[in-house]
């Protein structure tokens, strides 16, 4: 997640030709927008909130989704909010941004659905899947009570082994992911797929490691803090729907010394 106070000390220095702040939601939980929109006002920015996981998170009551200039969210199967395939939805408080919008997503038409005005792409959401997230969304809320549940059973059994997450003051989040970190890593996801549970790294490789950047990114900018993360975390498997007896059997693997 983005730390403002590098950020703001990049702007200061004027190392950045910047024109927006990308701020992305890790795990269920929000960025920190309120230091973000100060820094964007401050510097003339645009704010773009990538909340495909913070879907369902909130600050101080305002959802994920409502920050910035504009926000995006993804309802792939294992976000929060998810449909069977692929799917995604684009939220603005701006007339003339929504119009853009829903112009790029079917293929770049103006008034009339075969002029298309500008080069745009089919993004339309399919019906099916539509349908999908309809019925999800109603028991949303309570899915979302229980993966908060989860998390808090989560962290109290672990708390004292593992660097568990931490939400700050006025922070909900959806738990999109739960994830800790181990200087262990390699030596616990083991001892969980020798029980038959699953995990998942997220993620092995950074932004800056990428190999599409290889030419941008030059070699004083390290980003050691993500750099280091990025060894040690991993996943446990997080959705409302497991038991008890599945959280018990989670834990107890990982608290296991054999």
């Not at 927006?20 to 964007?40: K, Q, T």
Request: overall charge neutral; proline content about 4%.
């Amino acid at each position: 997640m983005i730390c403002v106070k590098k950020l703001e000390q990049v702007l200061l220095e004027k190392k950045l030709k910047a024109k927006a702040i990308i701020a992305v939601d890790l795990f269920g939980l929000p960025a920190d927008y309120p230091a973000i929109e100060m820094l964007s006002n401050e510097f003339g920015l645009k704010v773009i909130e990538d909340a495909a996981q913070g879907f369902g998170g909130n600050i101080n009551g305002k959802r994920a989704g409502c920050f910035g200039d504009i926000a995006t969210t993804s309802f792939f199967p294992a976000k929060p909010l998810g449909c069977y395939g692929d799917g995604g939805a684009l939220f603005t408080n701006s007339d003339e941004l929504a119009m853009l919008i829903r112009s790029y997503a079917i293929h770049g038409k103006g008034t009339d659905k075969y002029d298309n005005v500008r080069i745009g792409m089919n993004s339309r959401l399919d019906t099916i899947q539509a349908a999908i997230l309809l019925e999800k969304l109603s028991v949303f809320e309570n899915e979302l009570d229980a993966r908060n549940r989860i998390a808090a059973r989560y962290s109290q059994a672990l708390g004292k082994k593992y660097k568990v997450p931490q939400l700050p003051e006025r922070y909900f989040s959806s738990w999109a992911q739960y994830t800790l970190v181990s200087n262990e890593r390699n030596v616990d996801i083991q001892k969980l797929k020798d029980a038959g549970i699953p995990s998942m790294i997220y993620y092995k490789t950074c932004m800056h490691q990428q190999t599409a950047f290889a030419n941008e990114v030059s070699s004083k900018q390290s980003f050691p803090i993500a750099t280091k993360l990025s060894k040690q975390v991993f996943s446990l498997p997080m959705h409302p729907y497991l038991s008890p007896e599945e959280q018990n059997l989670i834990c107890d693997t990982l608290l296991c010394d054999g």
